[in-house]
C-alpha cells in the first residue's frame, strides 16, 4: 500500500501533499494539547510497533503487495484519529527516507491513505460498533479490518487517478487481498488491545474521550 | 525491514566524504534528484534524464567507501516488490498513450503492447533512480544527524521529539524481536508447523506481539523515567544545536542542485539527447 516514487504523477502528488499537510496540521494541535509526559512514549512505542507490523510486507496477486496498517490499533489505544495521523506521519517517514519504501513526494498520498482514511475509519468505526455490539473484541476486530481495507481501495483510486493501474483490476485486487489481510489485521489489534488492556490497563484510552485538535 | 535496521545504521555509520557532509545537504539533495526526476514526463526523455542521474548517484556512491553488494542487496530488497506491478504494465493500456500496439497476443484474450513495454520502462527507470538516491541518504547518514538535520530544516518539535524517540524504540524492538525469537525457536514453535491448531498458533502469534510492545514499552518507560530525572518536562523539546554549512558543503549543495535542475531542463530542449 506504500505508493512510491514515479507512480503518481508530481501535480497530483502535490495536490495530495497539500490535503496531507491540513491534516497533518491538525494532528500537530493534537499533539501538542494531549501529548504529555506520559502519553509521548506510548506514541513513540506505538511508532515503531505499527513500524515492526508494517514490516510484514506479502506480495497480492496482480503484482500488488499487502501489509497490516496499524491506523485503528493508534487511534484507538490514543482515543482520537488525529493520533493515528500522527503516528502514521512518523513512521512514513521513517519507512520512506531509511528503507525507501512509500516515495517521498507521495508521502502526502500515504499519509492520506493510512493515517487519515485509516486512522479515522478506524476510530469512528469502533465508536460506533461499541454502541451497537457493546462488545470490545468484535468492535476492534472489525474496525482494523475497515481500516485495512478501505485506505486500500483509496489506494487503488489514486493508483487509477495517476493513469499506472486500470481502476476496476486495481479495487479487485487490493480490495480481495486487503480483506484477507484485514482478517489478520483485526485478529492482531484485538491481540495487541486485549494484552495491553489487561496488563496495563492505564495506557488504554479506548475512545472514552472525544477527538481533540480538530 | 526491521532487521535491515541495524546493517543500515551500521553502513551508515562509516566514515568516508559523504558521510562526513551535513545532513541538511545528503537531505536537500536527495529529494531535489527525486522530485527532479518525478517530474519529467512520462515520456522517453527519462531514460537520459535517469541515465545522467544514475550516473551521478554512482559517482557519489563510490566516495561512500561501501560495497556495491551494499546498494545492490538493498535495491533488490525494495524494487521486486513494485517491480511486479511495473512489469504487469505491459499488459495494460493507459491514459498515457492513445494508440497501442500489439506485440504478443497470449490466450484469454491478453496482449503486450509495445506502448505498455515502453511505459513500463519508463517506470522501472524512474522508481530505480529515485530508489538509488534513498539508499545513499540512508546508507550514509546516521538517523540521529538525519533526525537534527530535519528539525534544522524546520520539522515540527513535536515531530523531532517523538520522532527521536520513534528511533531509540526501534532498535529496542530489534532487538526484543531477535530473543523473542530465539525464545520461540528453543520452545521447537514454529508459525507455519500444520500440527498445530490454528488457533494455538495464532494465539502465540498474538502474545508474542503484545508482550513484544509492552516489554518494549516499560524498557522505553524506563528510560523515559531516567529522562523526566534529568530534567526533562512537557515543554522540553529536542535540542539542536545551531550549526551553519561550511564552505565545501554550500558549494557541493549548489553545484549538485544546479545539476539536477539543468539536466532535465537541457534534456527537455533535445541538446544533449543520447537515446
Known amino acids: 500500500m506504500h505508493i512510491p516514487d514515479a507512480f503518481i504523477p508530481i501535480w497530483q502528488g502535490a495536490i495530495y501533499w497539500i490535503i496531507a499537510l491540513v491534516f497533518i496540521a491538525l494532528a500537530l494541535r493534537w499533539a501538542k494539547n494531549e501529548m ?46 488525529f493520533a493515528a495521523i500522527f503516528i502514521l506521519t ?47 473484541p468484535v468492535s476492534v476486530f472489525l474496525a482494523a479490518w475497515l481500516a485495512c481495507l478501505i485506505p486500500a481501495l483509496a489506494c487503488a483510486v489514486e493508483m487509477f487517478l495517476a493513469g499506472t493501474f486500470p481502476l476496476t483490476e486495481g479495487l479487485v485486487a487490493m480490495g480481495i487481498y486487503h480483506a484477507i489481510i484485514g482478517v489478520i489485521e483485526g485478529i492482531v489489534t484485538v491481540a495487541a488491545i486485549y494484552l495491553i488492556t489487561t496488563a496495563r490497563p492505564d495506557l488504554v484510552d479506548i475512545g472514552v474521550k472525544t477527538p481533540s485538535g480538530a | 525491514m526491521i532487521e535491515s535496521l541495524f546493517q543500515i545504521e551500521r553502513d551508515a555509520n562509516r566514515d568516508s566524504v559523504i558521510h562526513r557532509i551535513d545532513a541538511r545537504v545528503k537531505i536537500a539533495i536527495a529529494f531535489a534528484a527525486i522530485i527532479a526526476l518525478v517530474a519529467v514526463p512520462y515520456s ?21 567507501g561501501l560495497s556495491p553488494l551494499v546498494f545492490v542487496k538493498r535495491a533488490l530488497a525494495i524494487i521486486p516488490l513494485w517491480g511486479v506491478i511495473i512489469f504487469f504494465q ?14 504478443l497476443s497470449l490466450p484469454f484474450g491478453i496482449n503486450i503492447y509495445a506502448q505498455s513495454i515502453e511505459f513500463a520502462f519508463i517506470l522501472l527507470v524512474k522508481f530505480a533512480v529515485c530508489i538509488s538516491f534513498i539508499i545513499l541518504l540512508s546508507s550514509t547518514t546516521k538517523m540521529q544527524d538525519m533526525l537534527e538535520g530535519g528539525a534544522r530544516m524546520g520539522l515540527p518539535a513535536e515531530f523531532a521529539l517523538a520522532l527521536g524517540m520513534m ?11 531477535r530473543k523473542m ?7 521447537c514453535f514454529d508459525a507455519f508447523d500444520r500440527h498445530l491448531s490454528y488457533r494455538y498458533r495464532l494465539r502465540q502469534l498474538g502474545y508474542m506481539i503484545g508482550t513484544m510492545f509492552i516489554r518494549s514499552y516499560e524498557q522505553g518507560e524506563r528510560v523515559y523515567t531516567s529522562m523526566l530525572c534529568r530534567g526533562y518536562g512537557r515543554e522540553s523539546f529536542l535540542f539542536v544545536e545551531r550549526k551553519s554549512l561550511k564552505g565545501p558543503e554550500w558549494a557541493f549543495l549548489s553545484f549538485s542542485l544546479l545539476f539536477i535542475i ?14
Not at chain 1, 56 to 77: C, D, K
Not at chain 1, 108 to 124: E, S
Open chain 2, 181 to 187: 525469537n530465539e525464545t520461540l525457536k528453543t520452545k
Open chain 2, 44 to 64: 522517453t526523455m527519462i531514460y537520459t534524464v535517469g541515465a545522467i542521474f544514475f550516473a551521478f548517484f554512482c559517482i557519489l556512491w563510490c566516495f561512500t
Open chain 2, 262 to 275: 539543468v539536466v532535465p531542463v537541457a534534456v527537455w530542449f533535445g541538446q544533449y539527447r543520447f537515446f
Open chain 2, 90 to 103: 505491459i499488459f495494460l493500456k493507459n491514459k498515457y498513450y492513445t494508440t497501442y500496439d500489439v506485440v
Open chain 1, 90 to 136: 512518523l513512521v512514513l517517514i521513517v519507512q520512506a527516507i531509511l528503507f525507501g519504501d512509500g516515495g517521498i513526494t507521495v508521502l502526502g498520498t500515504n499519509i492520506i491513505n493510512m493515517g487519515v482514511i485509516g486512522g479515522f475509519v478506524g476510530f469512528y468505526s469502533f465508536k460506533g460498533l461499541m454502541g451497537v455490539t457493546k462488545s470490545m
Open chain 2, 167 to 177: 528511533i531509540r524504540y526501534l532498535f529496542v524492538f530489534g532487538y526484543m524481536f
Open chain 1, 36 to 81: 504529555n509526559e506520559e502519553k509521548l512514549p506510548l506514541v513513540a512505542v506505538l511508532a515503531a510497533g505499527i513500524f515492526a507490523l508494517q514490516s510484514f510486507n506479502l506480495p497480492v496477486s496482480m503484482g500488488t503487495s499487502g501489509h497490516l496498517v496499524g491506523g485503528a490499533l493508534a487511534a484507538i489505544i490514543l482515543g482520537s484519529p
